[in-house]
């Protein structure tokens, strides 16, 4: 499972990952679009952030009870929920999850992200946005990670082999079927 704020390349990564280790690509924006048949912007604008939060949960939870063989893209805010560090800690104990932080400083984030979009947390002033963001959330996703890997000035190509390199290290490819 691969966590990290908006525009550390958790998708693109997790693409090439599922790609070469011939596994499901599961992304929890998609579950959820898919789920509610709107957009996460639509969600956002109609039901407001808290249910857009609720119907992450239950992706999450899906994502990590399917039981195959997964690359997991856990948007940004997944580890804002306790229940949601709570559920992921569970699946790292008993062997059915393995979690890569995706570390990127908030500035070369603003050069990535893409405005608009499924990212309406970022309409406004998407620096100050980001700078928050990191802030409160890096202790969040430490507390879910196994390992860490900056991407700053690496290509998606260096961080998927990057990953897969941490994850063979860890031992961790025969212990579990998501993430
Ligand atoms: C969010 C991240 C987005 C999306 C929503 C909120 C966040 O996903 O779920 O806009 O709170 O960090 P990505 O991390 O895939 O961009």
Redesign the pocket.
Known sequence: MLV?????G??AVARRLAASMDAALL???KM?EDAAGRT??EI?AEDGEEA?RAA?EEALRSALGGGSRAVI?A???VV?REPNRALINGARRDGAAWVVWLRTDPEALVER?SRGG?????DDDPRATLVR?HDERSPLYAEVADTIIDTAGISVEEVARAVSAAYSAADAGGSGTNG
């Not at 990290?4 to 550390?8: A, D, F, N, P, R």
């Open positions: 990290g704020l908006m525009g550390s958790k998708s992304d929890t924006d959820v996460v912007r956002f857009f992450e893209a948007a940004g805010g804002t992200v499924h990212r309406p947390l970022l963001l």
